[in-house]
């Protein structure tokens, strides 16, 4: 049975991975000025290195958990491991779009609803500049 220090680390997990993908989002909407995307420089690595080793395996179930993927000052466990300690391939030819995208749609949806939180603020005050300029 898991103690109470357990489920607490796990769920501390899972909102540090939330937090994360959620702050690349609204990071990558807002620009912050530097021009780079964190499409470019986390998402989009993150699921081409996924697709990259669960080809190479002939299998998807290689994350230890949900929260398994890039963080601040951490790799994803499954990146460096060798795939004979995954098991033997499932898929021998190809493997499904579709599961692939079942491995990684979460650090996907967590980013695009912090795309769209970042696009909230200049909405509500461009809004907020169009009314008053009516009231003129």
Not at 58 to 63: A, E, I, Q, S, T
Request: hydrophobic share 45%; charged share 15%.
């Amino acid at each position: 049975m898991l103690s109470l220090m357990q489920h607490l680390q796990e769920l501390l997990w899972y909102v540090r991975f939330g937090l994360w993908w959620i702050i690349l989002g609204v990071a990558s909407s807002i620009g912050l000025g530097s021009g780079l995307h964190t499409f470019i420089m986390y998402l989009a690595p993150h699921v081409a290195l996924f697709t990259i080793k669960a080809v190479q395996c002939g299998r998807v179930d290689l994350k230890s958990a949900p929260y398994d993927t890039i963080l601040l000052e951490r790799r994803p466990s499954w990146l460096e491991k060798d795939c004979l300690q995954f098991g033997p391939p499932i898929y021998h030819e190809t493997i499904p779009f579709s599961k692939i995208l079942q491995e990684v749609y979460l650090e996907d949806i967590l980013w695009s609803i912090g795309t769209a939180l970042g696009e909230l603020p200049p909405y509500f005050l461009s809004r907020t500049g169009s009314v008053h300029t009516a009231l003129r």
